[in-house]
Each structure stands twice: as structure tokens, then as C-alpha cells.
């Protein structure tokens, strides 16, 4: 199975940035496809930015031209570079894994707040 772990979390002021970290564990080589997803209190989960095995990204509109998913497969750790924050912004951030054999894979979560 694939186990995977976020950091970078934490509070922000608006306008600030954040770097988020994914580390990937375990059959790594089944992924195909790494997202980040996000909860804000009262709302549905909603994809922020996946990224393919071969690099190629997808973001939702909410998010375009502030936020940038990156991975580095030598470090098996998939990254969100957040810029711009703003209120709406704030959430629990979670990293998403989709395999050729096993279930999706979840991280735990970390705590994104942006405010004053």
C-alpha cells in the first residue's frame, strides 16, 4: 500500500505563502496520480491541484496563478507552493494518492489558517 504524510501547515497572514509537503511511502511505484485536496469547515472536500506521473498539472479555478503542485520523485515528496493567501483559503489541507492496485491513499491532514 502507499502511506503518505503532510507538514508545512500552519497560520498565515493574507497575501502570505506557505509551502506544503507530502512525503510518499511504501509501493510508491503504483502511483499515478498525486492531489492535494482541501475541508474548510462546513464545505466539502474540493481538489486543489493533482499532478500526473508524467508532470502534467491540473488546478482548480479558485486557485490558478497563486498556488503551484510540484513533486520531486527522488525524494518521493510531492509539494503545494501556496502564494497570495487568502481568507478563503483556510482549511485542512489533505495530500491524495491514486494507485493501479490499491484504494486512494489519504494523509492525515494539516491545518492551513490564513488571517489577520
Known amino acids: 500500500q502507499v502511506q503518505l504524510v503532510e507538514s508545512g501547515g500552519g497560520l498565515v497572514q493574507p497575501g502570505g505563502s506557505l509551502r506544503l509537503s507530502c512525503a510518499t511511502s511504501?509501493?510508491?511505484?503504483?502511483?499515478?496520480?498525486l492531489a492535494w485536496y482541501r475541508q474548510a469547515p462546513g464545505k466539502q472536500r474540493e481538489l486543489v491541484a493533482d499532478?500526473?506521473?508524467?508532470?502534467?498539472?491540473n488546478y482548480a479555478d479558485s486557485v490558478k496563478g497563486r498556488f503551484t503542485i510540484s513533486r520531486d520523485n527522488g525524494k518521493n515528496t510531492l509539494y503545494l507552493q501556496m502564494n497570495s493567501l487568502k481568507p478563503e483559503d483556510t482549511a485542512v489541507y489533505y495530500c491524495?494518492?491514486?494507485?493501479?492496485?490499491?484504494?486512494?491513499?489519504w494523509g492525515q491532514g494539516t491545518q492551513v489558517t490564513v488571517s489577520l
Open positions: 499532478i500526473t506521473s508524467g508532470g502534467s498539472t
Open positions: 511504501g509501493s510508491i511505484f503504483t502511483i499515478y496520480l
Open positions: 491524495n494518492a491514486r494507485t493501479t492496485r490499491f484504494a486512494d491513499a
